[in-house]
């Protein structure tokens, strides 16, 4: 339970980081610190306390493997996420070098040309 | 095909064919506007006589229970209407094709004329309240385009235009969802509303603001003298001037006399008789003040409404007869005076009255048809605005006693009305001609035949002002006020015959007008000497006095407050377009202020949004 | 067809990456490429409304197992809207892309966006749902920055970072959706939940839910990223943005969550009316006060969808006459079909007017109805049904959600969105008078008409603009019911889990 918690928390920080900071390069920090809480959160989702690794090893029991074996599925979900939330990085980061590019700063609170 | 579908489509197809046509050629589309609006007279014609008739279709039933039927209905009342927007059609398009001669204007121009045809034709044979508005807000898209094929400015002119009758089409649509879902029919012939209650009265609120905006009284005005300056003359004078004239009092006794039954003396039918009065005698002394001939007609077009809706509103059958009577007289004519000042501009480049002047001579057909519209719109007998207004004060006798207060205010406005036409003949066509206009010519055949026309109109409805009414007017009320043809033929006719009071008032109503243009013209002598000033002879021109100086009394010469008013009645402050503009102006730029391009501005609305529907869905499920 | 479900997304996905390297070879080719592709899943699109609904098991998997994908009246009518407005936007793009440089790479990133929309649409899988949203997401912030000048950088990167999170959100939700029933399939997480019931977990996922798809679909108070993200790309982009992918990916995703999955409920049906209601409101007037061409448009579109979002609303509420509800979704529904089309024709018209004068501001322009009659008539044409003006489309939807709501008995609501369409007429006659009437401006006296290229999709969306008003009665029987009937009825949906 406190791990569930502890993903609540770093979703916080990660939000905090995203409307508290102004510099471009905290708010991706920012954005992957909450990526990375839901990952968590997933993995957790899936977890059993003793489990064993969800593979069907020779020997093994079907029904053993039902009965200790982590979920599967959140696994293979948070290696999705985790390609998907690469990609948002790396745009995010391209994005960040070319408005460096054009507004000589980091600063987000000073790039607000689009307005009302 | 059905007779009253093919007057709805006929104009509508044939109003395609211009599109096909390029700008050299269009008087060729001219002709064809011309053929379409003469085919649809005639077929008006033939079924004006031919009896009540119906069409109806059902389209489709929406959530399986509101049936909705494209409905036609033609009737004694509309069938009248229809025969005089067609004979409005032919008259401006004819006058149109002399007009248009010499404008850089495509032959698209015609295709709108005549789809103008088709949605009015629509929207008075409709049965139904939803196609009503239909082809009612189809009218003002097109007066929309047909604005801004103006001079300069239309594009702020027809903007306005499109926002005021827009507002007003919105609140229809709210008024008819109300009534589809509360009475489960929209079929106009068989709803009948009791105009109590909160959604009685909000329905038929929001229905005659629908209906005296478009025929232009106020506070809905203020559209008609914004365009007139830049809209093409045969615009205003066929939509604001006379079709929208018949569309919006045509609206208005039905639902005041069909729909909602509106009796004498009760709140609603007095709320309608001051607004009628109101209207009367405000836009008439804007009138008094104004420049610009066009401006100062559409004025006028304004202050004529007043009486129509006065009469439509009282609930008296003397009345009712006398505003609908006004209204085809009020469309015969505006449609003149305006096709009349078109002509003056049309030959001289200006509407401006400080440059217009001594006119007579050298258009003597325009000032003779002007100055019998002119006479007609001052009341002055025999012409035709003379019979309906008499109507009118007749029947304001007949009801309550704080009758006689709109009675008095009625003669009033008709005697500024005097005064002010007095001074628009004076102006234009009598007093000082400037010498650059000493080579204008007539206005061409096709632009005098329909002035002359409406002249004649206006003769012979003042004189046998018997025929109009007992041909068109009487049989379209009877019905609806639950008195018979015979009787109601009775009372008119005796109120026509023996008019002691009305007669009187009517005739001071005249004097007091030549009082009024006397006063002013006491103020200022008459030159045609040259000038002396200080031993220098001064150039007559610069010492010309225009005619619009002799009213500068009235807006400057009398109380402060006074002129207070009209100065901001000039400027619009008191229009509740800018009113309303300036209110939604702020409160956009608070919104805009808000959205201040910080990102964390943004998630912060995102995360407290989250936060609250967070709230919500927890812990109030 | 059935056979070939999932080659909408497959298609495009392939022809994003074999257009990179084909236009190694030739440039010219990426235009074919993509014209081709989107033909093709326009067609196909079209045939699909024929037919009945079916479930495809991808790798034949049985149902709970595998990944599904859902044919239904709901999707097939969103795929329509996806593949068509696609296809006139790529005819668009043709001639004005060529202002910007790698055009292959536009049209590859294009391709991308389909194919996430159009997976977002097939699928019954919730995190297939997902990944899909996501890669039609990055698409699309990559494209709304694909100019690289200030504006587009600050627009894309705000557009990033709250559909991040909004991302983010929905994956949560996804996860406790997961943790309370051990499933992902979209049928069989229905079944699950009407066991559990409107718990307090539920309430949260919906929470998350609401301000994930909510975003997406640009709700008000979430809508803040649209009026910069939407004028600042391309324009068949921002038409592609504004006019489809704020639907499939915000308001596809909810309508299929709230009716199919959790079901009718009164409170998210009061909440989601009233951002809905918000929404109508706060966009028109901002919008109002705009002298940006697109950003005014942009603003409309947080409008607009307001409306389909109250009629969505009205449609989830239990407690009114069924027949109501049905009534408010099939006006939701309609007008989100009509938004489509008129939205995505103002933005092309935006581009036609941007491309021939270079600029967007509506007080630099006037006069250009005699310069550029088609575009300025199909700008006409598409404004005054925005605007709600018979006979055209936009009439018709606007009419039945007010009378939904009045017959409903929302006596605010109801003159709110009859207000909200007179409010949108102002800022529209302020449009066509700013642009296309009044004085022609010394400068522009040299324009020309725009080419047919991009005068061609203009022209055809006029055209449905007045045939979809016209031919309103027979729409109403037809593709329109079908999707309405998919929503409504929750127990077919849980039937596809046992093969439809």
Request: hydrophobic fraction near 55%.
């Amino acid at each position: 339970m406190i791990l569930y918690f502890l993903s609540m928390v770093l979703l916080v920080m990660g939000l905090y980081c995203l409307v508290a900071k102004k510099n471009i390069v905290k708010k991706i920090i920012g954005i992957v610190i909450i990526e990375y809480s839901v990952n968590l959160f997933l993995v957790l989702v899936g977890y059993r306390s003793g489990g064993i690794a969800p593979i069907l090893v020779k020997g093994m029991q079907a029904e053993e493997l039902v009965q200790k074996g982590v979920d599967p599925l959140p696994q293979a979900l948070v290696l999705t996420s985790i390609v998907i939330g690469l990609g948002t990085m790396a745009l995010m980061v391209a994005l960040c070098l070319r408005m460096y590019e054009k507004f000589k700063t980091f600063d987000m609170s000073k790039i607000n040309t689009l307005k009302g | 095909m059905n007779e009253l579908l093919f007057l709805i489509l006929m104009p509508a197809v044939a109003g395609l064919v211009p599109l096909f046509i390029p700008r050299k050629g269009k008087i060729v589309a001219g002709i064809v506007a011309l053929a379409a609006s003469v085919w649809m007279l005639v077929n008006a014609v033939r079924i004006f006589g031919a009896g009540a008739k119906e069409y109806s279709v059902r389209l489709f039933t929406i959530g399986g229970e509101l049936p909705f039927d494209f409905s036609l209905r033609l009737y004694q009342f509309n069938a009248f209407i229809l025969l005089f927007i067609a004979l409005f059609g032919v008259l401006v398009i004819f006058y149109s094709i002399g007009y248009m001669r010499g404008k850089d204007r495509s032959s698209i121009y015609y295709s709108f004329i005549l789809w103008t045809l088709s949605a009015a034709a629509g929207a008075v044979l409709a049965n139904n309240l939803l196609i009503l508005l239909m082809f009612w807000e189809v009218l003002t898209v097109i007066l929309f385009f047909l604005v801004n094929m103006g001079d300069e400015g239309h594009e702020i002119a027809a903007g306005k235009t499109f926002t005021m009758l827009g507002f007003t089409d919105a609140g229809m649509l709210l008024a008819i969802v109300i009534i589809w879902v509360t009475c489960g029919t929209l079929e106009i012939s068989s709803l009948k509303i009791a105009a109590t209650g909160f959604t009685g009265v909000l329905t038929f609120l929001l229905l005659f603001i629908g209906a005296i905006a478009k025929a232009g009284a106020m506070p809905f005005h203020s559209w008609i003298p914004a365009m007139a300056e830049p809209t093409p003359v045969p615009v205003i004078a066929f939509l604001p001037a006379s079709l929208d004239k018949l569309l919006g009092i045509y609206l208005l006794a039905r639902i005041s006399l069909d729909i909602f039954s509106i009796r004498t003396g009760s709140g609603l039918s007095l709320m309608m008789m001051i607004v009628g009065a109101g209207t009367i005698i405000f836009a008439v002394l804007m009138a008094l003040v104004q420049h610009n001939l066009k401006k100062l007609l559409s004025f006028h077009a304004v202050s004529q409404v007043g009486y129509m809706v006065l009469g439509v509103g009282s609930g008296i059958p003397v009345a009712i007869v006398g505003g609908l009577f006004h209204m085809l007289n009020n469309a015969i004519y505006k449609c003149g005076l305006f096709l009349g000042a078109g002509a003056v501009e049309f030959r001289t480049g200006t509407t401006d009255l400080e440059e217009l002047g001594g006119l007579a001579k050298l258009m003597p057909v325009t000032f003779v048809t002007m100055a019998i519209t002119a006479f007609s719109i001052s009341g002055v007998p025999p012409f035709n605005g003379f019979v309906s207004k008499w109507l009118i004060y007749q029947g304001m006798l007949e009801g309550p006693g704080y009758n006689v207060i709109f009675l008095v205010v009625a003669v009033f406005g008709s005697a500024l009305t005097l005064a002010s036409f007095v001074k628009v003949l004076h102006s234009v066509f009598l007093g000082r001609r400037q010498e650059k206009f000493a080579g204008v010519r007539e206005a061409g055949f096709a632009m005098q035949v329909p002035m002359i026309f409406l002249a004649i109109l206006c003769i012979v409805f003042g004189v046998y002002a018997r025929l109009p009414l007992e041909k068109f007017i009487i049989p379209s009320v009877a019905g609806t006020t639950g008195v018979s043809v015979e009787q109601m033929a009775v009372s008119t006719t005796s109120g026509y015959w023996n008019p002691v009071i009305a007669t009187v008032l009517l005739f001071a109503g005249l004097v007091v007008g030549l009082i009024i243009y006397a006063f002013g013209k006491t103020k200022h002598v008459r030159i045609d000497e040259n000038v002396w000033v200080g031993g220098n002879i001064m150039d007559n021109e610069e010492m010309r006095i225009p005619g619009t100086h002799f009213y500068k009394t009235v807006t400057d010469d009398l109380h402060p407050a006074w002129s207070a008013l009209f100065r901001d009645g000039q400027e619009g402050a008191l229009d509740i377009y800018n009113i309303w503009g300036r209110i939604g102006f702020n409160v956009v730029q608070v919104l805009r202020s808000l959205h201040n391009g910080i990102l964390s501005t943004y998630l912060s609305w995102a995360i407290i949004g989250l936060g609250v529907l967070t709230f919500v869905l927890m812990f109030a499920l | 067809m059935q056979t070939y479900y999932p080659l909408f997304t497959a298609i495009p996905l392939a022809a994003a990456f074999l257009n990179l390297l084909l236009s190694k070879i030739s440039m010219k080719v990426s235009d074919y490429i993509a014209f081709l592709v989107t033909g093709i899943l326009a067609v196909m699109a079209v045939r699909m409304l024929f037919e009945a609904p079916f479930i495809y098991a991808v790798g034949n998997w049985r149902p709970p197992l595998g990944i599904l994908l859902v044919s239904d009246g709901l999707s097939s009518l969103m795929l329509v809207i996806i593949n068509v407005i696609g296809l006139l936007a790529v005819i668009f793009s043709m001639k004005y892309m060529t202002t910007y440089t790698a055009k292959p790479k536009y049209y590859s990133l294009f391709m991308l966006m389909i194919a996430g929309m159009n997976g977002v649409v097939i699928t019954g899988d919730m995190f297939n749902l997902y990944v899909f949203l996501e890669i039609a997401s990055i698409a699309s912030y990559a494209l709304v920055g694909f100019g690289t000048g200030k504006r587009e950088l600050e627009a894309s990167f705000k557009y990033l970072v709250l559909g991040g999170v909004a991302s983010t959100a929905i994956l949560f939700g996804i996860a406790f959706l997961y943790s309370i029933t051990g499933t992902l399939n979209m049928p069989d997480l229905a079944q699950q939940l009407e066991t559990i019931g409107m718990t307090r977990t539920v309430g949260f996922v919906v929470a998350l839910f609401i301000m994930g798809f909510g975003l997406k679909a640009s709700a008000v108070p979430f809508h803040a990223w649209l009026p910069d993200a939407h004028p600042s790309a391309p324009a068949p982009i921002s038409a592609m943005l504004s006019g489809v992918l704020i639907k499939a990916l915000g308001i596809y995703t909810i309508m299929r969550i709230m009716f199919n999955i959790i079901g009718q409920n009164e409170l998210i049906s009061a909440i989601i009316m009233f951002l809905g209601a918000l929404s109508m409101v706060v966009g028109v007037l901002l919008a109002v006060g705009q002298s940006d061409f697109k950003r005014m448009l942009a603003y409309h579109s947080i409008s607009q969808m307001g409306y389909v979002t109250i009629g969505v609303g009205l449609g989830l509420n239990p407690k009114i006459d069924p027949a109501v509800a049905a009534l408010g979704l099939f006006g939701g529904l309609f007008h989100l079909v009509n938004h489509a089309v008129f939205k995505s024709c103002l933005f092309l018209c935006s581009g036609a007017f941007e491309y021939r004068t270079g600029t967007r501001e509506k007080h630099e322009m006037g006069g250009l109805v005699r310069k550029m009659p088609v575009t300025s008539t199909t700008c006409s044409i598409a404004s005054l049904s925005i605007s709600g003006v018979p006979p055209f489309n936009g009439f018709w939807s606007k009419l039945i959600i007010i009378l939904a709501l009045i017959k409903a008995g929302y006596w605010i609501y109801g003159p709110i969105a009859v207000l909200v369409a007179f409010i949108t007429l102002i800022s529209f006659i302020r449009l066509q008078t700013g642009v296309m009437f009044g004085k022609l401006p010394e400068k522009f006296s040299g324009v020309k008409e725009a080419p047919f290229a991009m005068t061609l999709p203009l022209i055809l969306l006029a055209i449905l603009c007045l045939g979809i008003g016209i031919a309103y009665p027979w729409i109403d029987y037809g593709l329109l019911q079908a999707a309405r009937d998919a929503l409504l009825d929750k127990m077919a949906y849980m039937n596809y889990l046992i093969g439809g």
